[in-house]
Every structure is written in C-alpha cells, then in structure tokens.
C-alpha cells in the first residue's frame, strides 16, 4: 500500500501565502509524476500544477506566477508554494502521485486525503 498525507492547509488572508507538503510512503519503488489539484465547493477537481521526477512543471493558467510546486526525491515529498492568494483559490487541495510499488509492476496513481486552503478577510 502507498499512503500520501498532505500538510499546510488553514485560514490565510488575500494576499497571503501558504506551504502545502505532501509526504509518500509505504511500498515505493519509483515515484513519476506528483501534483496537486483542488476541488471547490460545487466544482469538479480542476489540475493546479505538476512535476515529474526530473523537476519539470506545469501549471495552470490561473496560479502561474503566483504558485510554484517542487520536490524532494529523497523524502518522497511534493510541495506547494502558494503566494498572492486570493478569494479564488479556496477549496480542498489534493496530492497526487504516480507510484511504481515494486520493481517490474505496474504504475498506479494515488491521491492525499486533501488538506483545506481557505482565503478570507
């Protein structure tokens, strides 16, 4: 089994930042791509950002230049920088990872429980 927990989350007011960290752990053996999408009430999940495992990115329209997502390979960590938030950007955050559990296996993906970002004055 592989388990990802996301940390960070909480209440920050516009115009404020917040670290989002993603942790995976259990049976791994090679992680590929990681990201982080979000879910806002009433709304589908929509892709925030992603990194595979040689740190390119990608982001969508609306964080660009405000976000930027990173990783640890060693810690088999995925993190979010979010600054410049705004009213908008309130939902659920999930982690997401493409996880290997054992050599010569299939790929599966898995997902965080999600972790609550809320921007409010």
């Known amino acids: 089994q592989v388990q990802l927990v996301e940390s960070g989350g909480g209440l920050v007011q516009p115009g404020g930042s917040l670290r989002l960290s993603c942790a995976a752990s259990g049976n791994i053996f090679s992680i590929y791509d990681m990201g982080w999408y979000r879910q806002a009430p009433e709304k589908q999940r929509e892709l925030v950002a992603t990194?595979?495992?040689?740190?390119?990115?990608n982001y969508t329209d609306s964080v660009k230049g405000r976000f930027t997502i990173s990783r640890d390979n060693a810690k088999n960590t995925v993190y979010l920088q979010m600054n410049s938030l705004k009213p908008e950007d309130t939902a659920v955050y999930f982690c997401?990872?493409?996880?290997?559990?054992?050599?010569?296996?299939?790929?599966?993906?898995?997902w965080g429980q999600g972790t609550q970002v809320t921007v409010s004055s």
């Open positions: 997401n990872a493409a996880v290997q559990p054992k050599k010569f296996t299939s790929v599966n993906n898995y």
């Open positions: 990194i595979t495992s040689s740190g390119s990115t």
